[in-house]
């Protein structure tokens, strides 16, 4: 957490940090609903660039 210095009464305030998923993590949680909902077999072969097209990322994130 960072503080910021109330001009005002010359105390440090803390300000919360924002939390955000990453897209690493969207991507992770959506391709594993895609296989709970059937969308995708568990043990399917799928083209790397179609999921990319799908998601709209690179091969590089796809991969990680």
Known sequence: ???INNAKDDKNVPIPTIKRP????HVVNR???MILTGELY????VAEKRLCDHF???LTL???
């Not at 568990?42 to 072969?45: G, I, L, N, P, S």
């Open 22 to 25: 990453n897209l690493h993590d």
């Open 1 to 3: 957490m960072h503080t």
């Open 31 to 33: 391709f594993r609903e």
């Open 62 to 64: 796809l991969r990680e």
């Open 56 to 58: 709209g990322i690179s």
């Open 42 to 45: 568990a043990e399917e072969r």
